[in-house]
């Protein structure tokens, strides 16, 4: 296998800015914002390969995607998604058990729990440089070439996209991409591509407090919970305090610390200045926060703390907070996909 891509491949991936709406305004073309592993997939000259956006090699993690790589003629690559999807939804914790270093692992998980490539650009094909092109055109050509491998779907509707940051999030979906039509693939750069992430709120028991170092008297993080139907209260992540808010924080947690509770709440130190101390609190406090995605049990980034919630008890914040069941209307990914 190369180390490196083709010389012909354009690289690194474009990339997308975070803005808070989809553009109308001038031509544009929309896509659902697949929750995986970027990937580029490349035949170089009969040598297959897989790039992650930073250049690392990733079929020796997924050779089931050597298929999708064989159906490729020589000189040509793909950019898209490398994707989990396990009862109709995109399980990014999946995908992070895939990154196993001992191949028998690797070959028993390719079978358990494969994933899917799927394609939403063309670079090269054949050794024509396809990346020249608009992206109206390079989207046409994949379409005529894809042979069978999995192809993001595209609209020309801003309605459909604001339906899809909807009825997409059930199934595991991180935004809606839209594409400036007329430009060429631009390696590395986030001109022309933007993405729109649903932001979501939850609401949270205050399960404890995390201070800054030097004492116990300024609150550096609230630290969050959910109760699991076994009644047990899981810890799902933390929540910064800010200085303006500081007093008024402090003046409603501080009386509810359990001095006699020995919980600790694994959470990498963010500050890099050792571990700082923490402490639960007794579970009268709600909090609605606000989130973009969840990693295994975890809030995948800092939440931001929207409000506190006296008008809710501790026990109605539950993990269906995070994972609300599917709507009948909503899409899975293999309807997606059919689409």
Known sequence: MPDAPGPNVPFPPMEAE??????????WRYEPKWDGFRGVLENDGGELALWSRNGRPLLRYFPELRDAGERLPPHSALDGEIVISRDGKLDFDAMQTR????????????????????AFDLLLWKGEPVHEQPIEKRRARLEKVAGGIALSPVSANVDEARAWLQTLQAAGFDGVIAKRLGLPYLPGSRDGVVKVKPYKTADCVVAGVRFKSGGRTTIATLLLGLYADDGHLDYVGSAAVGARRHEEIAA??????????????????????????????????????RYDKLEKRRFRHGTKLVRFRPDKDPDQCTWREVRPPRRPDDLSVDELLRA
């Open 18 to 27: 975070l803005v808070t709406e989809l553009p109308e305004q001038g031509a």
């Open 99 to 118: 990154l196993h270093p001992a191949e028998s692992r690797v070959r028993k998980l390719s079978a358990e729990i494969p994933a899917t490539f799927v």
């Open 252 to 289: 409603l947690v501080l009386p509810l610390l359990d001095t006699k509770s020995d919980r600790r709440f694994s959470e990498p130190n963010r500050w890099g200045t050792g571990e700082l101390e923490e402490q639960a609190l007794k579970p009268k406090l709600v909090v609605e926060v």
